[in-house]
């Protein structure tokens, strides 16, 4: 199996790229924003909850997201392997996903972080906001987001790279020169 973990701030193309990875190496897709905002779409118990959250810029509570993917990697157990597209936004997630991992007997093959500065990021969610309308692509929700991001999230990368399975990918430039820059390391990890 080969199991991506697309990781950086909001906004770093990690959905984009998810989609190119997806096709080209014929994995499975899991993005926590996605399944959270069917959820919200959905009015489910857990989409209320979530809403709030989301709005304001906060992160859902790891336990449900943990919950959320067991299940889902438990559901599809003859995928090639999986994408996960900004799942792993604390260190307890990335530590119940590798015990996940290792109870379906297989591992993280590679974390791969997109850097793109917080002005760039900042300027394509605004983007995205007139064109998708986004209710979390605010100015004052981007903020909190990168905020979030630097003390709950960035410390991922650490423990990752610690376990010498960091890649660092330059993630500005045109879609598909970055998705060049994935391919190279994916390729040599098959
Ligand atoms: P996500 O849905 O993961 O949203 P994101 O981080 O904003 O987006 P992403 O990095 O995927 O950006 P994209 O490719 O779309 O999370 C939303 C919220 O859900 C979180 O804030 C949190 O509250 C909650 N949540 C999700 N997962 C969670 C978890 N595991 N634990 C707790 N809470 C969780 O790119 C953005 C824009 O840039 C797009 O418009 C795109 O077209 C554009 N773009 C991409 N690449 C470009 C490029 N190279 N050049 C120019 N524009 C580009």
């Not at 438990?74 to 997630?93: C, E, I, M, W, Y």
């Not at 015990?99 to 917080?118: C, F, I, N, W």
Request: aromatic share 4%; glycine share 6%.
């Amino acid at each position: 199996m080969i199991n991506l973990i697309l990781f950086g701030a909001p906004g770093s193309g990690k959905g984009t790229q998810s989609a190119n990875l997806v096709q080209r190496y014929q994995l499975m897709h899991v993005s926590t924003g996605d399944i959270l905002r069917a959820e919200i779409k959905a009015e489910t118990e857990l989409g209320l909850k979530a809403k709030t959250l989301i709005e304001a810029g906060h992160l859902v509570p790891d336990e449900v997201i943990i919950a959320m993917m067991e299940d889902l990697v438990a559901s599809h157990p003859d995928v090639k392997g999986f994408v996960f597209d900004g799942f792993l936004r604390t260190v307890a997630q990335a530590q119940a996903l590798d015990l996940l991992l290792k109870r379906h007997q297989t591992k993280v093959s590679a974390m791969l972080e997109l850097s793109v500065p917080d002005e760039m990021v900042i300027e394509r969610l605004l983007l995205r906001k007139e064109k998708e309308g986004r209710s979390d692509d605010n100015i004052e929700t981007i903020n909190h987001r990168l905020k979030v991001y630097r003390t709950q999230t960035a410390p991922v990368s650490e423990y990752y790279a610690q376990q010498g399975n960091l890649h660092l990918v330059d993630g500005t430039g045109r879609v598909e020169e970055i998705s060049e820059r994935l391919y190279q390391i994916i390729d040599k990890l098959a």
